[in-house]
């Protein structure tokens, strides 16, 4: 906007995104109950996936020969529940692998800028982004889980949030401030659950899994940006 005497504008964005992924076999089914004739490559497997991008973008030019107002506000809420897992009392049977798994990933650029431009130029920009991240794969109690080769239960999380939060202001006077606000909270579960009997006989090859390890990392670039990863985050059993 553009005035005389005062310039003010201004914008936001609020995103809100709900996911729920599930992939499962129920309580008390039998899968391969009689399998005396199954071929060497028979494989049972129960993967749920989620792959989420977010873009948000805000921001609000000003200028005036009095006073120049510039603002920008992006807010993004993301929750996630990513699952995968065989049901209580369950039998399972393969001649090869049995494998659960859960995978999600999550990439997110926000992007929050603003300019207050005249006699006094004051421009802010804040984003604002809340995630409740849930990824679990598990077997389930009193579960009867049988495998020639292996069985694999594997949950696995990769975060990656980009920000830019900046202001311009020039003019007599000039105040500027930009920030980005992330609230993550996370929880990663692979397991095999109470009473539940797994038997991976292992005669075939071996398969890689998740060490468990968990990594964050944070680094600044240029031009009032900043990048957020959680990388490898990942549980197996």
Known sequence: SGAGGAGIAGSATVTVVTNETHAFIGDSVEVNA?????????????AAA????????????????????????????????????????????AEQDVLVQAV????????????????????????????????????DDFAVVS??????????????VDAVAGSISGGGAGVGAGAFVPVINKTIEAYIGENAVVDARATT?????????????????????????????????
């Open 50 to 93: 989620d792959r989420t991008r977010l873009f948000g973008l805000a921001g609000g030019l000003a200028g005036a020969g009095g006073v120049g107002i510039g603002a920008g506000l992006d807010i993004g809420v993301l929750t996630k529940d990513t699952r995968a897992w065989i049901g209580d009392s369950t039998t399972v049977n």
């Open 147 to 160: 495998a020639g080769g292996s069985v694999v239960v594997s949950a696995f999380d990769e975060t990656e």
């Open 34 to 46: 009689e399998n005396t004739d199954a071929g060497d490559l028979q494989r049972v497997q129960v």
């Open 205 to 237: 090859d071996g398969l890689a899994v998740r060490t468990g390890q968990f990594n964050i990392g944070a680094e600044a670039v240029p031009a009032l940006s900043g990048r957020l990863t959680f990388a490898d985050n990942g549980s197996s059993a």
């Open 104 to 139: 999600s990933s999550e990439d997110i650029l926000s992007i929050s800028a603003s300019a207050g431009l005249g006699g006094t130029g004051i421009a802010g920009s804040v984003g604002v982004y809340t995630l409740g991240l849930t990824t679990k794969a598990y077997i």
